[in-house]
Structures are given as C-alpha cells and as structure tokens.
C-alpha cells in the first residue's frame, strides 16, 4: 500500500511541474513563433 501511495503522490506532482512547465514553455514558443 505504501508503495502505491508514494507512486500517486509522484504521479500528482509530475502532473503540477509538467503543467508549470508548459505554461512557461507555450509563450516561450508562441513568441519563437511571432518572430
């Protein structure tokens, strides 16, 4: 059980920096993009 827990939790916080990560990736490429 533990194990399954511990692999939630990483999964949720993968989950928070991937999305953190695309919000600071997509403007980056948007402005890549404009020039």
Known sequence: ???LN???TTL???DLTTN???Q???PFW???DHQ
């Open 6 to 8: 511990g692999s939630t």
């Open 20 to 22: 953190k990560t695309i």
């Open 1 to 3: 059980m533990p194990d």
């Open 24 to 26: 600071l990736t997509r």
């Open 30 to 32: 948007g402005i890549d």
């Open 12 to 14: 949720h916080w993968i």
